[in-house]
């Protein structure tokens, strides 16, 4: 990361490119998130990156609820910080690598900017996992985290 711009609402980091590549390659990261009160919750997601926010769908997968009613979502809306890691394990621990990713999150769905963020979000999130053309319904809720702050180690340029 060397520095910040403005873009709109979002604060655009630059991302080193190594790791905005390591970012957009991998295809799961844990989103933590946390209530008013400061407890945390952590799950897997599928999520995409466009280069400057990381996308993740309220997708039709398995879950006790859906929608809104999901814990990350009601934390979301009570505090928009959140952390996302995406990672490398190995039993050879000199391959270990991770990026960690701080940052706001925000519900986008079709009434904000007539729909064209999530319409974008929601093609990059079908590109990228194809059983999203069965499990990602059009016009779906996303969660948009902009990155206030990028951390690597074990990346080498």
């Known amino acids: 990361m060397e520095g910040a711009v403005g873009e709109g609402d979002i604060t ?13 390659s991998h295809r799961i990261a844990r989103l933590a998130t946390a209530d008013a009160a400061g407890v945390p919750h952590a799950v897997p997601i599928c999520y995409v990156f466009d280069g400057i926010c990381i996308y993740s769908a309220l997708d039709l997968k398995p879950k006790r609820v859906q929608g809104r009613a999901l814990k990350r ?66 016009g779906c809720t996303v969660i948009r985290i902009a990155p206030s702050n990028v951390v690597s180690w074990g990346l080498t340029p």
Request: glycine share 2%; charged share 30%.
């Open 73 to 138: 979502v009601r934390n979301i809306l009570e505090n928009p910080n959140v952390a996302l890691i995406i990672d490398d394990y190995s039993e050879d621990w000199n391959e270990l690598a991770y990026v960690l990713i701080e940052g706001s999150a925000h519900l986008v769905d079709a009434l904000v900017d007539q729909g064209e963020e999530q319409r974008r979000a929601e093609a990059l999130l079908r590109e990228k996992y194809p059983q999203y053309e069965a499990l990602l319904e059009p």
């Open 12 to 24: 655009v980091l630059k991302i080193a490119p190594e790791v905005a590549e390591f970012i957009a």
